[in-house]
T-cell receptor
């Protein structure tokens, strides 16, 4: 039972480098989400995709782009990484509203 | 701006003790969810409460949604080391069918 799979699990980047975080779900869920989690701040929504072919900004979208490649996959791209983007990034998916969001195990990203 | 405030931020108690953690807001929510997150993993849904005054039990965990649907509590009876984790509350953001707002969490440690 894979659920939501995120790759990579860890990454260290230098300021200015670019990177794509990958997420795939095998539960046939319509909506997918990217969050960042920082100490003392809970989860903050970066972008979400309500369904295949659509994406929308969340609370903290600046510095990020996303692609909903198909129903299974939702990627997050940092075009020019900054130290402020050091965080743990979580991908989640959900079938319909009020159903649980299912999370991956996160990508721990450090920007030096 | 809708906010969810969780208290306490940190709680360390001995095995067998009882505890209550809180999730409060000045906003009214149509539903509220509680998640538990263990180190190195994503959050996992524990319960969704929908009706004001609702009480739900999950083994030794009791969840209550306030009558006015502005707050919620989680009570653990006879805490065990397996209850250790970060407890997060989340609620629907405004009228969005997709966005949740999240509390910063209560970090709970149960010492054997």
């Amino acid at each position: 039972n894979a659920g939501v799979t995120q790759t990579p699990k860890f990454q260290v980047l230098k300021t200015g480098q670019s990177m794509t975080l990958q997420c795939a779900q095998d539960m046939n869920h319509n909506s997918m989400y990217w969050y960042r989690q920082d100490p003392g701040m809970g989860l903050r929504l970066i972008y979400y995709s309500a369904s295949e072919g659509t994406t929308d900004k969340g609370e903290v979208p600046n510095g990020y782009n996303v692609s909903r490649l198909n129903k299974r996959e939702f990627s997050l791209r940092l075009e020019s990484a900054a130290p402020s983007q050091t965080s743990v990034y979580f991908c989640a998916s959900r079938e319909i509203f009020n159903q649980p969001q299912h999370f991956g195990d996160g990508t721990r990203l450090s920007i030096l | 701006t809708q906010l969810l405030e969780q208290s306490p931020q940190f709680l360390s108690i001995q095995e067998g003790e009882n505890l209550t953690v809180y999730c409060n807001s000045s906003s009214v929510f149509s539903s509220l969810q509680w998640y538990r997150q263990e180190p190195g993993e994503g959050p996992v849904l524990l319960v969704t409460v929908v009706t004001g005054g609702e009480v739900k039990k999950l083994k030794r965990l009791t969840f209550q949604f306030g009558d006015a649907r502005k707050d919620s509590s989680l009570h653990i009876t006879a805490a065990q080391p397996g209850d250790t984790g970060l407890y997060l509350c989340a609620a629907r953001a405004g009228d969005s069918n997709y966005q949740l707002i999240w509390g910063a969490g209560t970090k709970l440690i149960i010492k054997p």
